[in-house]
């Protein structure tokens, strides 16, 4: 499974909003739990937001709660991340990434991972 990801939105400031996409291919997405992680240089990857199989269960860190919606279309296998009032704090490269079972997500235990968008938000 392979993903090629971008962003919507362009360069923001503090309390705007950018939307990510990632469109999957070489596997059906429905088969796997999706997660968004971020990451900055000078911090360890965390975890952002995951979905269920059927886009019925989501999850979300405490840091984008009410902020960031995970969403995601199976049948055009695209999974996305909505991200609005935007902090500074929110700056950093945005990897999406399919797993087998939503315990191992939070934990980034994932068998596919997308190459990473920068997300820059100006204060």
């Known amino acids: 499974l392979r993903f090629s990801c971008s962003v919507w939105g362009g360069l923001v400031q503090a309390g705007g909003s950018l939307r990510l996409s990632c469109a999957a291919s070489?596997?059906?997405?429905?088969?796997?739990?999706i997660g968004w992680y971020r990451q900055d240089p000078q911090k360890e990857r965390e975890f952002v937001a995951a979905i269920g199989r059927l886009g019925v269960n989501t999850y979300y860190s405490d840091s984008v709660k009410g902020r960031f919606t995970i969403s995601r279309d199976n049948a055009k296998n695209i999974v996305y991340l909505q991200m609005n009032s935007l902090k500074s704090e929110d700056t950093a490269v945005y990897f999406c990434?399919?797993?087998?079972?939503?315990?191992?997500?939070?934990?980034?235990?994932?068998?596919?991972w997308g190459k990473g968008t920068q997300v820059t938000v100006s204060s």
């Open positions: 070489g596997r059906v997405l429905s088969d796997y739990v």
């Open positions: 990434a399919a797993g087998p079972r939503m315990a191992s997500v939070r934990i980034g235990g994932m068998d596919y």
